[in-house]
């Protein structure tokens, strides 16, 4: 079965690695955001593409959610010493990854070769492929004005209030080399639990790819990342509000409408009305078990919708 | 009194730190060695400048004899898991000082500027300026072919024997702002114990330093590298044999001849003849003891010199 999943970082890695035991090697393929990408002291940082990286190298610091497990911090505190930028912090460990990768590009390679080598040099046996090798860049307009959204996320810690998310470079960016080929090749494609507005959108608007997802003959399949009304991780609840959205399935089955033939919901949360097929299930994914229920669960109402 | 002292790395730096302890502040002023530099996984590496920087700021390995005290290796060994090159040891904390500096050079900033930067931020007294701001590239012709200074040094280990030394770049170099004003400004300029032919002859090479060494009131006092009839530090006494020179106190004469007013040999060691005005002293340094030893003794003979 080939399974291609539509993801960001954290929450979507983790659905990410239960599919990774249900599927089998490259037969998985994700499709990552790019969009939070950034030039962080001239280096190229990808956040939800090492995100999965980590993960799916087992290397994912899982208590503190983000980075690397076992991350020395001596980079930091020499840079502190030299009075160099230090609000997004970036490990010993985990600069390896950058600086390779930066080099890389400065070189010619794309974001996506640099990232194969790095799936092979881990044996990663999904293939994970950026969205596209061209640049887009998350903005949001804020009442404290326009941030990039690194500023946004790490540095103001989500506090302005957003008023618009836009993707700049989007509409001249092109899907990378994969991404269109698995989703037509997909027998189940998959949207991870990852905020819709700031990991998932961005991946749609780059042309071509919601055409894909509209026109392939795989089932789609969203996994809700509301649990009892409530945003699973991050800014998204108070991001929904802000843009006067209501926190429930109803409104992530408008937003994924024409895309996603199915939605899977947590236990006990409003099914939304309408055409899209729902299935429940517990979809708090805190073990590795729990990571492939949710897959397993994903991938069943995938199938159930292609035999209908 | 106001020194100007030129200097290399590790032998040059020691030097630099006796000087320290008897010139006040900014009154001394290092001129380095910048043709070392090389780029490396896309970060400027400065490796003169740096031993300098960690030297005067008491933040150099003195067990190693390069890098940094307390250096942690978590870069390095993430690198080598995704297959990065690694002939070339970059420490987490000495990360610092590369990423830090590429950025700012990214953003168009002078590597004496940023230099200028590093020295501040951590309290160093004297001050450090690169010989030149342009790109100056030492390369060797040897008998497994011409290579870049840093694979010859570090990845080969001197092992090729050297046909002759070049440095690329430096017909159209100029001296960093302050180089001039600090050898015509000086009441001494001393010439460190660094290799005359690959940390030394890189900065007489830059238009306008060697004239402004002739014709500056200053006295120019070199401490010679020889101890022994043996170069100290570093791949000297190889790289003379190679290029057919005695391992002596005149070869060293001859080489600085026009440059130099004197020179400061270890005691015991022959004195070339010649107009040259010679002195004797440990030169060996061991211990900051034995720096400041040396740095008086290099001071005093210059005074001799002015006084004659």
Redesign the interface.
Same mark, same amino acid.
């Given at each position: 079965m080939k399974v291609a999943v539509l993801t960001g970082g954290v929450g979507g890695a983790k659905l990410v690695l239960g599919l990774s035991r249900v599927v089998h090697g490259s037969d998985l393929v994700a499709i990552v955001n790019t969009a939070d990408d950034f030039r962080h002291?001239?280096?190229h940082v990808s956040p939800d593409v090492d995100t999965l990286l980590y993960t799916l190298a087992g290397k994912a610091n899982a208590v503190q959610g983000w980075g690397?497990e076992g991350?020395?911090w001596?980079?930091m =505190?020499?840079?502190r010493?030299?009075?160099?930028e230090d609000w997004f912090l970036l490990?010993?460990?985990?600069?390896?990854?950058h600086?390779?990768r930066? =080099?890389a590009m400065?070189r010619g390679e794309t974001l996506s070769a640099v990232t194969h080598?790095?799936v092979r040099?881990?044996s990663i046996g999904a293939e994970i492929l950026p969205m596209s090798d061209q640049p887009v860049t998350t903005e949001v307009e804020t009442d404290a004005g326009r941030l990039p959204f690194q500023k946004y996320f790490v540095e103001q810690r989500c506090a302005p209030a957003v008023r618009c998310i836009s993707f700049v470079g989007v509409e001249v960016a092109r899907p990378a080399a994969g991404v269109i080929e698995a989703i037509h090749g997909a027998d189940a494609v998959i949207v991870a639990p990852s905020n819709p507005f700031l990991s998932i959108d961005p991946i749609l608007a780059v042309p071509g790819i919601r055409q894909s997802l509209e026109t392939t003959a795989a089932p789609v399949v969203a996994v809700s990342p509301i649990v009892g009304g409530q945003a699973v991780k991050g800014p998204m609840a108070k991001l929904m509000r802000e843009l006067d959205l209501e926190v429930n399935n109803a409104m992530i089955a408008r937003h994924y409408a024409g895309v996603v033939d199915g939605l899977l919901i947590n236990e006990g949360d409003d099914a939304p009305e309408g055409a899209i097929a729902v299935e429940q299930a517990d979809t708090m994914m805190h073990t590795i078990a729990d990571k492939v229920r949710v897959a397993r669960a994903a991938l069943d109402l995938a199938q159930r919708i292609g035999r209908a």
């Open positions: 002291l001239g280096l690397r991350e020395t001596s980079f =505190a020499a840079l010493e030299l009075g160099g490990g010993d460990h985990d600069l390896a990854l600086v390779l930066t =080099a400065l080598r790095f040099a881990w």
